[in-house]
């Protein structure tokens, strides 16, 4: 288990990938295809450790787009955080790894 240095996260990036990635679909040569396969990764592992190293979790499901309408093409990344009064959701989106929407639902809310 390498500690990692703690860099600077250019502003307007995402600082959950940059913690746990390194880099995030908004550094060069990187696009939001590529860090959404990060995640799964990062996710998959995490999964199979059954072990969280670090106060921040993500999670990857597959669903039907919306726009094109092709089955589970649209990737749900969550983050969570875990803080003092639990577990907070720190952020997400949709991808359509087909046609390339990202279809916004901010206002997203729980059962
Ligand atoms: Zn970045
Ligand atoms: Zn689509």
């Known amino acids: 288990m390498g500690d990692l240095p703690r860099r600077k996260v250019p502003l ?3 600082i959950p990938a940059h913690r746990v990635l390194g880099w995030c679909s908004h550094c060069p040569n990187r696009s939001l295809a590529e860090e959404v396969a990060a995640w799964q990764l990062d996710a998959q592992e995490r999964h199979e450790a059954d072990d969280v190293p670090g ?3 993500s999670s ?6 919306p726009e094109c309408g092709e089955a589970e093409s649209l990737s ?12 907070k959701r720190a952020g ?11 279809p916004q639902e901010a206002a997203h809310a729980g059962p």
């Open 12 to 14: 307007g990036h995402s």
């Open 55 to 57: 106060p921040l979790s």
């Open 60 to 65: 990857v499901g597959w669903q039907s787009c």
């Open 76 to 87: 749900v990344v969550e983050f969570t955080v875990r803080t003092a009064t639990g577990l």
């Open 92 to 102: 997400g989106w949709k991808f359509c790894v087909h046609c390339e929407a990202i």
